[in-house]
């Protein structure tokens, strides 16, 4: 039988995590990991050091999905790795427990709406770049010069008068947008 390994997270260091230290305690926890930090930081110094310890049969313990993952992407790729690691999930509040047939139903169709949710992000960016596309719009970044500025750098490099870095500081740009402006024709 493994270890249970308990894990819980402030947003803040002015909230506390009593609450969820003790619900992990009375869950029958072998050891907490607690971070202070916002939900959407992708590394956190103890869920990363939990994730570490973790071996084959262990079971990490939560009071709440949302104290673990900062999305539903988040939390089904963790608990993908909990299952490719062995490790059994637990969440309180939600009553998923990954270590029965029903918790696993649970988790599987939470990675159903999270591959769902996804694509229709995927869908809904694309159609949104036709639309532009279609009204001739294009994506990307502004373009930091205009043909009088390009035409004004062919003709001053054409000069051979100044040198390239010159030219950039006369235009504000850096020497790979001067070369860019140039249309790749000279060697760096």
């Not at 506390?16 to 607690?34: H, I, M, P, S």
Request: proline letters at 2%; glycine letters at 10%.
């Amino acid at each position: 039988m493994g270890k249970r390994f308990g894990y819980a997270r402030v947003s803040t260091a002015g909230q506390t995590a009593d609450l969820q230290r003790d619900a992990l305690e009375k869950a029958g926890c072998d050891r907490l990991f607690v971070d202070t930090a916002s939900g959407a930081k992708a590394h956190r110094p103890e869920l990363d050091r939990m994730m570490e310890l973790l071996r084959e049969g262990d079971v990490v313990v939560v009071w709440r999905l949302d104290r673990l993952g900062r999305s539903v992407q988040n939390l089904v790729e963790l608990m993908n790795r909990f299952q490719e690691m062995g490790v059994g999930f637990v969440s309180l509040n939600e009553a998923i427990d990954t270590t029965t047939p029903g918790g696993i139903l649970v988790f599987n169709i939470f990675a159903a709406l999270a591959q769902f949710e996804r694509d229709l992000i995927r869908e809904r960016t694309n159609a949104g770049l036709e639309a532009a596309r279609a009204r001739g719009r294009r994506g990307g970044r502004p373009a930091k010069l205009d043909t009088k500025q390009i035409a004004e750098i062919r003709r001053l490099y054409d000069s051979k008068t100044v040198t390239v870095n010159q030219i950039a500081a006369m235009m504000g740009v850096g020497r790979a947008t001067v070369y860019r402006a140039l249309g790749g024709v000279v060697a760096v």
